[in-house]
């Protein structure tokens, strides 16, 4: 029973959506309206406020942070164990894909992905998350960069702490985000996905041309 409810409450936890939160308190555009329509902070970006964004981000990793930090910091005085820290780490990943708060419209899951991440150890986040930038600075695809840390991060778990029963939380958290990234691996093999700045590139051009 209390691993159950640990359950429910970090899938409450990832229900939060924060890309439509900060999006409505700033008064932007709901972000399931415009660009690829995933509430995630990539597409927040694309209304053309950084500061959105980032807090959009910030806000993501948070509640992946916050629900495993909780069972791990209390659990203990409640009988509960790595089952439970495993619980809470794949119920807030899918609150944030299918947030019941939000008709289940929830995005990706790369930054909730980082914040559970970081609480399970802070060296296996760390590795993940360079993973992200190394891929990302050298190919300029931001969901290269999201699936190939969505594939190292297991294999830097197993590395550092072997099989139990986290390491399949995170397996099952990586598998999800390859799948959620589903169109944008078509988008690669046909060489249509974008790469980051490529907004940037031609929103210049275009006011250059408009000179």
């Known amino acids: ?42 597409n927040v970006l694309r209304s053309g406020n950084k500061k959105a964004a980032i807090l959009t ?13 909780l069972v791990r910091r209390f659990g203990p005085q409640f009988g509960l164990g790595d089952t439970a820290v495993a619980l809470a780490a794949i119920a807030v990943f899918l609150g944030h894909l299918y947030p019941i708060f939000f008709r289940f419209q929830g995005g990706k899951g790369v930054a909730t992905a980082a914040g559970v991440l970081l609480a399970i150890n802070p060296i296996l986040g760390i590795a993940t998350l360079l993973t992200w930038v ?3 600075f050298f190919t300029r695809y931001s969901s290269l960069a999201a699936l190939s840390a969505a594939v190292f991060a297991p294999i830097f778990d197993g590395f550092l702490f072997g099989t ?48």
């Open 1 to 42: 029973m209390q691993n159950l409810i640990v359950a429910v409450l970090a899938y409450l936890i990832g229900s939060v959506s924060f890309a439509v939160i900060v999006s409505a308190t700033m008064g932007l555009a709901d972000p399931r309206s415009y660009g690829s329509k995933n509430p995630g902070a990539t």
């Open 57 to 69: 981000l910030l806000g993501d990793a948070f509640k992946g942070w916050l629900a495993v930090w």
């Open 134 to 136: 190394i891929v990302a």
């Open 164 to 211: 139990n029963v986290i390491a399949l939380s995170i397996v099952a958290m990586s598998a999800l985000l390859v799948w959620r990234h589903r169109g944008n691996i078509a988008k690669l093999k046909a060489g249509q996905e974008s790469r980051i700045g490529d907004r940037k590139k031609a929103a210049a051009q275009a006011a250059n041309d408009g000179n």
